[in-house]
């Protein structure tokens, strides 16, 4: 069974600053690996995604994710964070072997505050 | 612009009653999905489907029905046999099976029951 941990409720950070949010996983197989934000009553919007490759993926709104595969992490990360990005943060994970139709396992979110 | 579209936004049911939560897309997408969203529990699957007339439970599937007769809508309908049903709705769609894309949302929809 596939589990994705996100282990902070809340990240609080001051604009300007490096925004980092925390993504753990376990899969049986390989993972594909997912970002998703929230802003408050919306749906999901995707940031970015890990499939194959540069273990460095960069995405929307200048947010990037590292795949470290020896820790089962993906972690989220903007070098500077600016009051707009406050929102909810999922990470997703899916097993590439045992979920072929697409299903994805969702962590519980993090909420971002990021104050001026 | 292509996209996903759930009506109504906001509504409120009295106990007992069906709802039905409507969920359109123009992105000739073949696999749509229904997740539940509660507050510090993340998404949870609740139907999905991968084809016209084909669907699949999810992970919380008691209390609700879906239908797939067309590709563009995938309705959910919150029965009266769902004991908590106060929830925020996500409706979502993907390329199809096996595909290593991103899942599109809904604006969601926000169920009370009074």
């Known amino acids: 069974a596939q589990s994705v941990a996100q282990p902070e409720d809340q990240v609080n950070v001051a604009e300007g600053n490096p925004l980092t949010v925390k993504c753990t996983y376990s899969?049986?197989?390989?993972?594909?690996l997912f970002w998703y934000v929230q802003y408050p009553n919306r749906g999901l919007q995707f940031l970015l995604k890990y499939i194959t490759g540069d273990n460095l993926v960069k995405g929307s709104y200048g947010f990037e994710a590292e795949f470290n595969k020896s820790q089962t992490s993906f972690h989220l990360k903007k070098p500077s964070a600016l009051v707009s990005d406050s929102a909810l943060y999922f990470c997703a994970v899916r097993d590439r072997v045992t979920d072929s139709w697409g299903k994805l396992q969702f962590g519980a979110g993090t909420q971002v505050v990021v104050t001026p | 612009d292509g996209g996903i579209t759930q009506s109504p936004k906001y509504l409120f049911r009295k106990e007992g009653q069906n709802v039905t939560l409507s969920c359109e897309q123009n992105?000739?997408?073949?696999?749509m999905y229904w997740y539940r969203q509660d507050p510090g529990q993340g998404l949870r699957l609740i139907y999905y489907s991968q084809i016209v007339n084909d669907f699949q439970k999810g992970d919380i599937a008691e209390g609700y029905s879906v239908s797939r007769e067309k590709k563009e809508s995938f309705p959910l309908t919150v029965t009266s046999a769902q004991k908590n049903p106060t929830a925020f709705y996500l409706c979502?769609?993907?390329?199809?099976?096996?595909?290593?894309?991103?899942?599109?949302f809904g604006e969601g929809s926000r169920l009370t029951v009074l």
């Open positions: 992105l000739n997408h073949d696999a």
């Open positions: 979502a769609s993907s390329i199809g099976l096996a595909h290593t894309g991103e899942l599109f």
């Open positions: 899969v049986s197989g390989n993972p594909y």
